[in-house]
């Protein structure tokens, strides 16, 4: 295992210190829990928009805490849910009076701690809703997920949700907000490595040369099925024809595309792969209207990437070009 850390123990801490000392002007960082928040935090009038997982999936999900996307972020360690008392004090620090409004992940830990930290607010007298991300057609059920997994649209519905919260929507509707974009976009992946968490120092699974994992989920875990390695254009086919078919999407739909690297993939490599992509979208009728291409919901130094199409509208479009201001998605602020 070659890594730039310290001692595995310490990787989310010293990692946290690194975004205080590059970013401290822009957010705060807790360390006793583990948390993020905007700077400006609490803003009165205005639903705190709450996310977090377990860390190794950077820029995700403290890289996005700032204007126009999220108030905070729970970093758990390496692969593993934040806890409850994580969440609680997060979303109390930015509480405004408006409620919170959690960002969860369909992972059966992230799910339960976040139902309980829910629970603590409400006894606070806080107001608590949350919406859950479960866009991954690869697999119905799998090592870490009672469902689907949730993966790429958390970064579509993280930047969507906020735009909206900065606009001081209502809680109840942002939640409504959240689940029809839920409803709406898919996502699958594939590796063509694995990645190794600093505290096993051991790779998540075994991939021979000339070998592939379709359909993997952000942890490591198996996919649909293992495949002789293919050509960028022929993987990009595999994963856009599952996406396509699963929600349905139709000829007419306007979409985002989102191409996403998992960590080791280069942006040379994701724009062949973005090409190809668009390329398809278009022979099946949908029009690509946004786009985002980059690492933005990683697996460590995984080779591979990600592909998320979401339905889009005008308010869709309206809100996901409106500014946004975080360490690692900035655009018209």
Not at 89 to 107: D, P, Q, T
Not at 187 to 193: C, D, F, H, K, V
């Amino acid at each position: 295992m070659k890594k730039l850390i310290n001692a595995p123990e310490n990787v989310v801490r010293e990692a946290l210190e690194g975004i205080r000392a590059a970013h401290g002007t822009r957010v705060r960082v807790s360390l006793e829990p583990f948390y993020v928040v905007r700077g400006d935090a609490p803003r009165p009038g205005k639903v705190g928009i709450v996310s977090g997982g377990g860390s190794g999936h950077e820029p995700m999900h403290a890289g996005y805490v700032g204007r126009g996307m999220l108030d905070a972020a729970c970093p758990g360690q390496i692969f593993t849910s934040p806890t409850p008392d994580q969440i609680f004090e997060a979303s109390k620090a930015v509480s405004a009076g408006a409620g919170v409004l959690h960002v969860v992940k369909n992972y059966t830990g992230d799910v339960m701690n976040f139902v309980l930290a829910a629970d603590m607010l409400r006894d606070e007298g806080i107001e608590a809703e949350s919406v859950l991300v479960d866009d991954d057609v690869a697999v119905e059920n799998s090592l870490y997920t009672a469902g689907r997994r949730g993966v790429g649209l958390t970064v579509l519905m993280e930047k969507l949700l906020g735009a909206a919260a900065e606009e001081l929507v209502s809680l109840g509707d942002l939640k409504k907000l959240g689940e029809s974009i839920r409803s709406s976009g898919r996502s699958m992946g594939i590796a063509l490595t694995p990645c190794t968490a600093p505290q096993s120092g051991r790779p998540s699974f075994e991939l021979a040369d000339d070998e592939m994992e379709l359909g993997i989920g952000i942890h490591g875990e198996p996919g649909r099925r293992r495949a002789p390695l293919a050509t960028a254009d022929e993987i990009t086919a595999m994963l856009m024809e599952p996406v396509l078919r699963d929600l349905p999407f139709r000829s007419g739909d306007e979409v985002l595309l989102f191409v996403n690297g998992m960590g080791g993939t280069p942006l040379l490599e994701l724009y062949i792969v973005y090409r190809k992509a668009a390329e398809i979208a278009s022979q099946h009728g949908t029009k690509v209207v946004r786009s985002l291409v980059g690492p933005y919901i990683t697996s460590l130094e995984m080779a591979g990437c990600s592909i998320t199409l979401l339905k889009m509208n005008q308010e869709l479009c309206r809100l996901w070009d409106a500014p946004v201001d975080t360490p690692s998605l900035r655009w018209g602020a």
